[in-house]
């Protein structure tokens, strides 16, 4: 670099961060909690109408931040540089978060979700503007194209984005949503298609674990739109295909399903045993349990699809017909509505299936099942 590139710059303190937190921890704990901006006497004036905004950017001073480096070991997921990650161990170790704001008294700013320890230095404060932050999340470009970030985010390979956002449905992170995600990932990808929810394209899904959530969220077939096909062979896989080239379809399937877990994760497999299989689990051991399943999740994420499974191309899918539009019949007993092909007739007049206790399908933990009415 010439000496005409380098610049040296002058930053301010405005304020101080009062926290809990006297030591970093996990950012999640750190956002959730509250703390207070104390702001210089001397920016009183810039505080003016600061309370027409609910949330605000908070750039601060990384002061207890180690030695910068240009690599690092994440949270989650595998090693990346400090320029793509949030590592605070950073050449200018400044951090910036969103924050809401809760209360204003006087020059004091009371704020959830700073993960910034006691005593940090606060160099500014700007109101959060969507339209400037997250331009991709504008309401129009939303409505014209609703999955306009995921499909960015399936070109670009950024499985953890789309797994934090199955996470969103899901309410959890675990080791079977991550093989979903990635197996939607390279399906699509494999077909170098974009999904509507029209039909279009299909996924026939094997299992109804967690791994058909990740599944549905990254290629957009779900059972709503008719584009999710459940056969219940009790294998965690699935097909991708389009309807145009029906056999040319793309089968994901994940090798040695329990093993993977057993093998690189035995802790986490020993606190799954405990608390899910046998039921046996402490509120602590629960607690663990997640956070335990979360970072095998996004370790998962970063790891090549096919340490983790079998992939085909080429393959042939017999495909079931478009869903029909169905006319509704009208219960004689209820006087509910009911698709008209799942009424019962007796005696001349069509009755649904719960009124006349008939026996239905009903998928649920154990797969599909035919339940029939009660003695």
């Not at 704990?29 to 600061?50: F, G, H, K």
């Not at 295909?241 to 986490?268: C, F, L, Q, T």
Request: aromatic content about 6%; charged content about 35%.
């Amino acid at each position: 670099m010439t000496e005409r590139d380098t610049m040296d710059f002058n930053v301010t303190q405005i304020g101080t961060v009062d926290s809990e937190f006297e030591q970093p921890t996990g950012p999640d704990e750190m956002r959730d909690a509250e703390c207070t901006i104390v702001v210089d006497d001397a920016y009183e004036d810039a505080l003016y109408r600061i309370e027409d905004n609910d949330h605000f950017k908070i750039v601060f001073y990384i002061h207890e931040a180690d030695e910068p480096t240009l690599r690092g070991p994440r949270r989650y997921g595998v090693e990346r540089g400090t320029f793509a990650c949030r590592s605070p161990n950073r050449p200018s170790p400044i951090g910036t978060t969103t924050v809401e704001l809760l209360e204003r008294d006087g020059l004091e700013l009371r704020v959830r979700g700073l993960d910034a320890i006691d005593g940090t230095p606060v160099l500014d404060i700007k109101p959060y503007a969507p339209s400037l932050d997250q331009p991709d999340e504008q309401d129009e470009d939303r409505c014209e194209a609703p999955r306009g970030r995921i499909e960015r985010a399936i070109r670009n390979r950024e499985r953890e984005e789309l797994l934090l956002r199955t996470g969103e449905i899901h309410g959890h992170f675990c080791p079977y949503l991550a093989l979903g995600v990635m197996a939607g990932v390279h399906a699509m990808r494999e077909l170098k298609t974009e999904s509507e929810g029209m039909e279009d394209i299909v996924a026939i899904v094997e299992t109804n674990s967690c791994f058909a959530d990740g599944v549905q969220i990254v290629t957009g077939c779900t059972f709503g739109n008719n584009a999710l096909i459940y056969r219940d062979f009790g294998k965690t896989a699935v097909t991708l295909v389009s309807r145009d080239n029906p056999d040319e379809g793309v089968r994901v399937h994940v090798k040695e399903r329990e093993e993977i877990i057993e093998r690189d994760y035995p802790a986490a497999r020993e606190l799954f045993d405990r608390v899910i299989g046998e039921g046996k689990g402490t509120p602590a051991d629960r607690e663990r349990l997640t956070e335990r399943w979360a970072e095998v999740a996004f370790d998962l994420i970063e790891r090549p699809i096919h340490d983790l499974c079998d992939v085909e191309s080429g393959v042939a899918v017999d495909l079931p017909d478009r869903a029909p539009v169905f006319e509704d019949a009208i219960c004689a007993d209820c006087g509910e509505s009911v698709m008209a092909p799942k009424a019962v007739e007796r005696d001349g007049e069509r009755y649904c299936r719960d009124c006349v206790d008939g026996s239905f399908l009903q998928l649920d933990g154990r797969g599909l099942g035919r339940i029939e009415p009660s003695e």
